[in-house]
């Protein structure tokens, strides 16, 4: 069973970048991803690459601002954030699924979160 951890949350400002990392127990040939818990809302989908890295997929919202990678050599997946904005504050889960749609809609493994704060 594949465990995922994530780093690099924290509080920033509007304009701010931050990158988060996701790593992996082992080597996983899974999608990975991010999707995210705003406060109040429903966890929404913001990125997601497969095992290769030659395919990427990417919620509306955050399209041209963030960026996803994965290094297959470090089991890790990042999520690169720039131009942040008050409303990408949220929990960021790291997932990980067969697909990129398994990623965004039903991941099968979840890590426990790291909580942005972008303010204004």
């Known amino acids: 069973q594949v465990q995922l951890v994530e780093s690099g949350g924290g509080l920033v400002q509007a304009g701010d970048s931050l990158t988060l990392s996701c790593a992996a127990s082992?080597?996983?040939?899974?999608?990975m991803g991010w999707l995210r818990q705003p406060p109040g809302k429903e966890r929404e989908f913001v990125a997601a690459?497969?095992?290769?890295?030659?395919?990427?997929y990417y919620a509306d919202s955050v399209k041209g601002r963030f960026t996803i990678s994965r290094d297959n050599a470090k089991n890790t997946v990042y999520l690169q954030m720039n131009s942040l904005k008050p409303e990408d504050t949220a929990v960021y889960y790291c997932?990980?699924?067969?697909?990129?749609?398994?990623?965004?809609?039903?991941?099968?493994?979840w890590g426990q979160g790291t909580q942005v704060t972008v303010s204004s």
């Open positions: 690459i497969t095992w290769s890295g030659d395919s990427t």
């Open positions: 997932a990980a699924g067969p697909s990129l749609v398994a990623v965004s809609t039903t991941p099968g493994y």
């Open positions: 082992q080597r996983t040939l899974y999608a």
